[in-house]
Every structure is written in C-alpha cells, then in structure tokens.
C-alpha cells in the first residue's frame, strides 16, 4: 500500500551576496596594499633631489603612497 505525505516541502534560499562581498572587499584590500607597497618602495628608492623634482620630499612618501592606494577602484 503507498502512503502520500500531506507534510509540505519547505524551500530554504541561502543568502550568500554576504560572502561575495567579502571576498570582494578582501579583493580591494590586497589591490589597495600591494598599490601602497609599489608606490612606497619606488618612491624611498629616489633621491631627495629626484623627490624635490616632481615637488616631494621623503616626509610626504606615505602620504602620496596612501593616495595612490584609495585610488584602485
């Protein structure tokens, strides 16, 4: 004899747009870091008379370093 469930199926939907966009955001955060890091190191390798050509001094590396980071989209 064949028995019918009359027990309604429940459908569950998994939100997972939370994990993309962590992964997106860890993403932008190693893009950011690795922008800092090339500016930074091209940058410490000039001479303060190279920095004073394109208007620089050695003080204001990281501050141009972290521009160029917030720059990568």
């Given at each position: 004899?064949?028995?019918?469930?009359?027990?309604?199926?429940?459908?569950?939907?998994v939100?997972?747009?939370?994990?993309?966009?962590?992964?997106?955001?860890?993403?932008?955060?190693?893009?950011?870091?690795?922008?800092?890091?090339?500016?930074?190191?091209?940058?410490?390798?000039?001479?303060?008379?190279?920095l004073?050509?394109i208007?620089?001094s050695?003080?204001s590396?990281?501050?141009?370093?972290?521009?160029?980071?917030?720059?990568?989209?």
């Open positions: 004899m064949a028995y019918a469930s009359a027990t309604p199926r429940v459908e569950i939907t939100n997972t747009s939370w994990f993309s966009n962590l992964i997106e955001s860890f993403k932008l955060r190693v893009e950011r870091a690795r922008a800092y890091r090339q500016t930074y190191d091209e940058l410490s390798m000039m001479s303060e008379r190279e004073a050509d208007n620089l050695g003080l590396i990281r501050d141009v370093a972290h521009e160029a980071a917030l720059r990568v989209h």
